[in-house]
């Protein structure tokens, strides 16, 4: 905002989460890589 002239833009809470969700899973890959392990996603049904 202030180094590029840009405008506040607030994305809302929804949008916060989404991102500390995949920071959680690209963590949680960099933990299980480490260890020797392979995170595979699977689909849950809502």
Do not use: C, W
């Not at 590029?4 to 989404?18: K, L, P, S, T």
């Amino acid at each position: 905002m202030l180094t590029r002239g840009e405008a506040f833009v607030d994305q809302g809470q929804q949008h916060y989460e989404e991102q500390q969700r995949q920071r959680s899973i690209a963590a949680l890959k960099r933990r299980a890589a480490a260890l020797g392990f392979q995170v595979n996603p699977i689909e849950v049904a809502a």
